[in-house]
């Protein structure tokens, strides 16, 4: 059944939806300062079973979101540091020898959990990446011969420093073409920032201090279900295969210079991106269709990490959102 004759999400289904979504979000807020949009793309993610690139300066509350999250929803959170000389077993898991019995025993690694923050990814091997990524895209991991599977709900959250790169592979734009957004953290305002101290000096921040679940895994797996449920209208997925395919033809529709830019077009991946994304933003705006809107609010997000500007607009300082903007403006609006 495709979505043209898919059930519509019922009005009872969308204000309970609307509900819990508030819920998960008030306890976020209780925990986290400001950072309304960095709340918009983990519930995405949580939505939409998508996972997550954060980028930022160190200190912007990554982590805190992403054990805040977990703790709201009753979920599973586990935090992968990444070293250079991590390894994949010490991701995914290996076999130890029990000499006692003679035999070898399965320990899972970290990632077999329902929220996995990896913690500045560019600083792990291109084998551990791999390693990684792989587990994200399969949903399973392989050890000594034998499939265990991720749980779900899976979200991994994966974090890179934008700062320092001694020390760092960078990803290559195959993998990061896995992570179905990215997002770019700023700094809090003076109000938020003075907010904070007021929270840690209140306490708030304690370890025993942890936010009260208002969710289940249950009520998550329902939720990315009406998220699938939400219409998409054939002239807003014509729109976004219209703008996914002008970052290929950058030429035949941008001003030549900024085109001259761009060196490599988004993949399919955007397009289905922006399909399941919009879809959670409607849910999250309280509706059960898309609009163009959430499609333009989305845009930065899906594709800064897929466009691949070269030398040329590195040297002049040109940024990518600069050139996402200039693909919206060639692309009419339905």
Do not use: W
């Not at 000096?201 to 936010?211: H, R, S, T």
């Not at 609009?291 to 899906?302: F, S, W, Y």
């Amino acid at each position: 059944m495709n979505q043209m004759t898919a059930a519509r999400v019922a009005p009872e289904d969308l204000q309970s939806a609307q509900a819990l979504l508030a819920g998960i979000s008030r306890s976020f807020e209780g925990k986290v300062v400001g950072q309304a949009r960095l709340r918009e793309t983990l519930l995405i993610g949580l939505m939409t079973g998508g996972h997550i690139l954060l980028q930022s300066v160190p200190g912007l509350a990554k982590t805190t979101a992403a054990q805040t999250l977990a703790d709201t929803v009753s979920a599973q959170f586990h935090r992968i540091q990444c070293t250079p000389d991590l390894l994949p077993s010490d991701i995914v898991g290996t076999q130890v020898y029990d000499a006692s019995k003679g035999v070898f025993n399965t320990q899972l690694g970290p990632v077999h959990a329902n929220l996995v923050l990896l913690d500045e990814i560019n600083r792990s091997s291109a084998k551990t990446q791999s390693a990684m990524l792989e587990a994200m895209q399969e949903r399973q991991t392989s050890i000594g011969g034998v499939v265990y599977p991720l749980p779900d709900p899976f979200l991994v959250l994966a974090t890179q420093n934008p700062i320092e790169q001694e020390g760092t592979y960078q990803l290559p734009e195959a993998q990061m073409d896995r992570f179905m957004l990215k997002d770019v953290l700023d700094y809090p305002t003076p109000a938020e920032e003075a907010e904070v101290i007021r929270r840690i000096d209140a306490g708030v921040f304690a370890p025993e201090a942890k936010p009260t679940a208002v969710a289940g895994l249950d009520d998550v797996r329902r939720l990315q279900a009406l998220t699938r449920r939400v219409y998409i209208d054939p002239a807003i997925v014509r729109y976004i295969v219209g703008l996914v395919y002008v970052t290929r033809h950058a030429g035949h529709y941008l001003d030549p210079k900024l085109a001259g830019f761009l060196e490599f077009g988004a993949s399919p991946r955007a397009s289905i991106a922006f399909s399941q994304a919009s879809r959670a933003v409607a849910l999250l705006n309280g509706r059960d269709h898309v609009l163009p809107e959430d499609v333009k609010g989305l845009a930065h997000r899906v594709l800064r990490h897929r466009v691949l500007l070269g030398f040329a607009a590195v040297a002049e300082q040109v940024q990518v959102e600069s050139v996402i903007d200039a693909v919206l403006a060639s692309v009419q609006t339905p």
